[in-house]
């Protein structure tokens, strides 16, 4: 996936906000002002995706794309690398996932709102 790709799947879900908190360098996309993906424009293109902590580790051990959080809680994020080796359907499961991890977090309230109930 390329960066326009990505930026449409994310503001496609519902209350998705973008910006750039911590630099030029690094789109972030917030779901209730919450992060869920953070993509790194400069160099190798590449995202981070909060991830259920067993299979952040079984993706890891699967694809040579996927590493650690950089920069982030190793346990519950990964770097996806962008370099068109993991099919697309895949990235999007895996935005998918971390945005609703992000959510069920939430008050009932929002998640609620959010979702649509």
Not at 30 to 45: C, I, P, R, Y
Not at 70 to 81: G, I
Request: aromatic fraction near 10%.
């Amino acid at each position: 996936m390329d960066i326009l790709q990505i930026r449409n799947y994310c503001l496609s879900k519902a209350e998705v906000t973008e910006g750039f908190p911590f630099g030029d360098d690094t789109l972030v996309f917030k779901v209730n002002g919450k992060m869920f993906a953070l993509v790194n424009l400069e160099g190798d293109l590449s995202i981070n995706l909060k991830c259920d902590p067993e299979k952040a580790i079984e993706l890891r051990e699967h694809y040579e794309g996927v590493s650690p959080g950089y920069h982030m809680n190793k346990k519950q994020w990964n770097t996806v690398m962008l370099d068109f080796s993991i099919d697309s359907a895949l990235i999007k499961q895996w935005i998918d996932d971390s945005y609703n991890l992000v959510v069920q977090n939430m008050p009932k309230k929002d998640r609620e709102r959010i979702q649509g109930y």
